[in-house]
Each structure stands twice: as structure tokens, then as C-alpha cells.
T-cell receptor, first 108, second 115 residues
Framework: LAKTTQPISMDSYEGQEVNITCSHN???????ITWYQQFPSQGPRFIIQ???TKVTNEVASLFIPADRKSSTLSLPRVSLSDTAVYYC?????????FGAGTRLTVKP | EAQVTQNPRYLITVTGKKLTVTCSQN?????MSWYRQDPGLGLRQIYY???????DKGDVPEGYKVSRKEKRNFPLILESPSPNQTSLYFC??????????????FGPGTRLTVL
């Protein structure tokens, strides 16, 4: 299983763009890169998933370089409600392993 | 509404008293799993099930049992709970077990306290 490394915490202000980078040097050919968001006392919620290059949805963008050894979750113009823990996972076949995640705090 | 439900949401019990936490999904998902979340340890998988009558151990299965008699239900059983099983528990499901990286849908969580 590819191990992921991401910052423990990040602070931002409302309206700013936030970029959270995840390192996954041992990613396997079949692995997908997936990000989940978790609010306190709630289950994680899927944000975005990609395999290579760039993926964008209504919530975020995911940038993956050609070597796939890292990825960056980009949240445009964050609000207070984006304060949460963000998990980067690298897996296939549902073999998911959650790390400690990145605790994002958005300030007014 | 597509969802994963868990019951109870909160439970306080005593050591040794058998309990069951139910999990149900209405999305016809094949894959279901249980996680526990503890401060500083993140989410750890307890058991998972790839389909009816197929279950397997995750990272921390000791002290837990599961069953998958129907596709929609995946109860977590603590035969003899101990205080170190005090935790926040999440059930999750996804469409298939064979397809790469299917999105998992999580339930609202069950906060268990064992005295």
C-alpha cells in the first residue's frame, strides 16, 4: 500500500485559495488518488478523485504531476464552513487506509 | 435518499455486556466496512465485506465480529466490550469491491463508551 504524507495542519482566511499537497512516493500503477473531507463527529465525505493530470468538480480541483508521486488538492475561495480535516488516500480495490489528514482551519 | 444509517448513534455500556451496532445501506452496494476513529490514530478499518456471506479482517479486528447475511446490512458485534473499545465507529459502503477505487459512503457514526 502506498503511504501518504500530508501536512498536519493549515490555516487560511475566508476567500483565499487553499492548496494541500500530499506525497505518495510509492504509488502503484493501479492506485487512484482520492481526497475525503471530514467534519467533527461526522463520517468522511468524498471530495474528488483522479488518476493523472488535472481533475475538477464543483467543489475542488486535483492536480497530479506526470510521475504521480504527489498530488495537490485545491479549494477555491474557502469559507468558514470548509474548516475540516482533509484526507489524501491512494488505493485501489477499496483497500483504503486513512492517515492523520490535514486539519484546515479557515479564519474570518 | 441514498444513505448509510447506523444505530444507535450514541451508546454507553459496561464492560462485558454484549452489544450490536447496526449498519444499513439503501444503495445496493456490494462492499461494506467498519472503521473506528480515535484521537491521534485516525480511522482504522475493523472488518470489511465484499459481498453477502463474505467478510474479512481489517487492521484492528480483535474484539469484534461481523456478519453479512443480507446485502444491505452489516452489523458490528462486540461480544464482550472493554474500555479500550470506547471509540467513534463508522460504517461505510461502496458500489463494488472489484472496481478500482470506488467512492465510499460513510454513515453518521456511533459514539460508544464502555465503562
Amino acid at each position: 500500500l502506498a503511504k501518504t504524507t500530508q501536512p498536519i495542519s493549515m490555516d487560511s482566511y475566508e476567500g483565499q485559495e487553499v492548496n494541500i499537497t500530499c506525497s505518495h512516493n510509492n504509488i502503484a500503477t493501479n492506485d487512484y488518488i482520492t481526497w475525503y473531507q471530514q467534519f467533527p463527529s461526522q463520517g468522511p465525505r468524498f471530495i474528488i478523485q483522479g488518476y493523472k493530470t488535472k481533475v475538477t468538480n464543483e467543489v475542488a480541483s486535483l492536480f497530479i504531476p506526470a510521475d504521480r508521486k504527489s498530488s495537490t488538492l485545491s479549494l477555491p475561495r474557502v469559507s468558514l464552513s470548509d474548516t475540516a480535516v482533509y484526507y489524501c488516500l491512494v488505493y485501489n480495490n477499496n483497500d483504503m487506509r486513512f492517515g492523520a489528514g490535514t486539519r484546515l482551519t479557515v479564519k474570518p | 435518499e441514498a444513505q448509510v444509517t447506523q444505530n444507535p448513534r450514541y451508546l454507553i455500556t459496561v464492560t462485558g455486556k454484549k452489544l450490536t451496532v447496526t449498519c444499513s445501506q439503501n444503495m445496493n452496494h456490494e462492499y461494506m466496512s467498519w472503521y473506528r476513529q480515535d484521537p491521534g490514530l485516525g480511522l482504522r478499518q475493523i472488518y470489511y465485506s465484499m459481498n453477502v456471506e463474505v467478510t474479512d479482517k481489517g487492521d484492528v479486528p480483535e474484539g469484534y465480529k461481523v456478519s453479512r447475511k443480507e446485502k444491505r446490512n452489516f452489523p458490528l458485534i462486540l461480544e464482550s466490550p472493554s474500555p479500550n473499545q470506547t471509540s467513534l465507529y463508522f460504517c461505510a459502503s461502496s458500489r463494488t469491491s472489484g472496481r478500482a477505487a470506488d467512492t465510499q459512503y460513510f454513515g453518521p457514526g456511533t459514539r460508544l463508551t464502555v465503562l
